[in-house]
């Protein structure tokens, strides 16, 4: 039987209504009408279909529906475009916070209880009265010295005979609190100060010197009528071989300094100091005080570098409102030389116990104290959890953004799980910086501790988590500033009701509450105790209120 062949193509057309064709898509439709074995060339009629769709009120309508949804998720999960991170960076698994954390059922009953209460407490807003700052009383920065300090002055800056070099040892801000009190030490002497040698870190291996972390010009322009200040000894003393003595002697006088040096560094010319740590006396005469303030709050300014990146910080912290500033003090060795446990896990616990038998002389003091009693007495930094606890009890709303200044703690960032559950906006300057920020300061610790202490000195609230010369420095930094709101946490007479599991919720926070009222930076006059540095408790020495006069520096 014979086929008839033809060359002749047939086509053959399909009907379809135009409703089914304006909802498929001109690649859908392709696929119907052609072979699959042949691409269709692009055509008038495609682009005939292009703006039948782009005239189509229902393909508005799709877009407005699909930004809608987005704007409303924007809004919902509160995006931010200016923070370089989430807004839970260190968040884990519930079930590995529990078990870490190994929170007692009694414990969890007493954070349960209180969550009760500080449920009114999660309004984030500058409106929130744990924002409030305390009454600074009118006092504002007062350095007027007196008529016999600017006569002695003009000498002493002129005098070209007597150096004093000084080695400083230590973290960043132990070390500047021994700055401050050679500076005060050279103008007893009557000397100038070679800028003072920083001693090489021995746990950090930090060697960096005085103008890696400190504004070297600065220093020198400020002081420069109270006591002069040289980069390195002449060439007339260069060649001479420094008296070198440490100071021993504890609350040194002005008096036993000019007994023990004055005679001797007129002979020799040059005075070398080693363990300035705490030994010049808290109570010296107005003038020195002030100069004291002098040095702290004005000389000693960060290198350029850092002071513009930890403003930079300090912006991100900012740019959604206020926020509190924690220094959490929860390092290995903090634990092991308090004498104090964690309350991570039995295993960490275990852990410190034995770090602390094999090494006993890491134990700073009190060693016939056993750790329940130096818990009771205040003796011990707050942990994860207890923080938590009073910050909530004080009021904190959950929405407050906090950033946390410190080493890192022990059992890593899950050791600070408590803290992240309560208030989930946490952050460090880890977080905050963006890729690179922080890579001309890694391995240098004085210059990391100094981007905190930047940061930590900027906030509208500040707590530590225990004392410590950072801590402290802080704290009169604030007061200097006009005594900003800074919790100082009364663990002493705390402790006893945070472990009474018995205290209803709202009486817990009533107490807390109660035992905090003079703890928020208000002022404090130094001379209320002995031995207060003036650069913790500045009134009245460098600060004086409505009714009397001040000058600036």
């Known amino acids: 039987m014979a086929v008839s062949k033809s060359n002749k193509k047939k086509l053959s057309y399909i009907s379809v209504p135009s409703q089914i064709i304006s909802s498929i898509s001109s690649t859908s439709l392709e696929s119907l009408l052609l072979s699959p074995k042949k691409k269709a060339p692009f055509s008038p009629l495609s682009v005939l279909r292009i703006r039948f769709l782009w005239r189509d009120p229902r393909f508005w309508l799709f877009l407005i529906l699909v930004f809608g949804v987005f704007g409303m998720l924007k809004v919902y999960f509160n995006v931010d475009p200016l923070i370089p991170f ?62 016999d300090y600017k006569r002695a002055s003009v000498d002493i800056v002129k005098d070209r005979t007597k150096y004093l070099m000084v080695v400083v040892a230590g973290g960043m801000n132990q070390q500047r609190n021994q700055i401050v009190d050679a500076v005060v030490i050279a103008r007893i002497l009557g000397a100038a100060l070679v800028v003072p040698i920083l001693q090489v870190n021995v746990i950090w291996g930090d060697e960096s010197e005085f103008a890696d972390i400190f504004d070297l010009e600065h220093f020198k322009k400020v002081l420069e009528n109270d006591v002069r200040i040289v980069s390195s000894l002449p060439s007339t003393h260069v060649m001479t071989r420094p008296l070198e003595d440490k100071m021993t002697h504890l609350h040194a006088t002005p008096e036993f300094i000019r007994s023990r040096y004055s005679r001797r560094i007129r002979r020799e010319g040059v005075l070398l100091l080693r363990s300035l740590d705490s030994r010049l006396s808290k109570d010296l005469p107005s003038d020195l005080q002030k100069l004291r303030c002098k ?19 300090t912006e991100r912290m900012r740019s959604k409102g206020p926020y509190l500033a924690l220094h959490l003090r929860m390092e290995k060795d903090v634990w092991v030389r308090t004498g104090c446990l964690p309350g991570l896990s039995h295993e960490y616990d275990e852990m410190i116990n034995n770090e602390r038998k094999r090494r006993p002389e890491l134990l700073t003091s009190r060693s016939n104290m056993t750790y329940h009693e130096r818990k009771l007495a205040g003796l011990c930094p707050l942990n994860a959890l207890e923080v938590a606890r009073l910050l909530k009890a004080l009021g904190a709303p959950k929405t407050a953004r906090i950033f946390w200044a410190g080493g890192n703690p022990l059992g890593g960032k899950e050791a600070l799980d408590p803290l992240i559950r309560e208030f989930p906006h946490f952050y460090n300057k880890e977080d905050l910086a963006l890729p690179g920020e922080l890579e001309p300061f ?112």
């Not at 702290?296 to 850092?306: D, E, N, S, T």
């Not at 404090?524 to 650069?535: A, I």
């Open 295 to 313: 040095v702290a709050f004005h000389a000693l300014r960060f290198a350029p570098p850092i002071l513009e990146l930890g403003n930079k910080l």
């Open 86 to 147: 989430g807004r839970n960076p260190c968040a884990i698994s519930q079930d590995k916070l529990m078990v870490l954390n190994g929170l007692s059922s009694t414990q969890l009953s007493l954070v349960q209880n209180e969550v009760k209460v500080s449920g009114n407490n999660d309004n984030g807003d500058e409106k929130s009265e744990f924002w409030k700052q305390p009454d600074g009383l009118g006092y504002r920065p007062c350095l007027q010295f007196s008529n």
């Open 442 to 553: 890694q391995k240098k610790a004085s210059l990391m501790a100094a981007i905190d202490y930047i940061v930590s000195e900027n906030s509208d609230v500040f707590m530590p988590s225990h004392g410590g010369n950072m801590g402290h420095a802080i704290q009169g930094h604030r007061a200097y500033a006009g005594h900003k709101k800074t919790i100082t946490p009364n663990k002493r007479q705390m402790f006893s009701h945070f472990m009474n599991s018995s205290l209803p919720g709202a009486e817990f926070k009533k107490i807390i509450v109660g035992l905090h009222r003079d703890s928020l930076g208000q002022p404090e006059l130094r001379s209320s105790k002995t031995r207060r540095d003036v650069t913790k408790y500045p009134v009245p020495e460098c600060m004086c209120n409505k009714m009397q006069p001040h000058s600036s520096v």
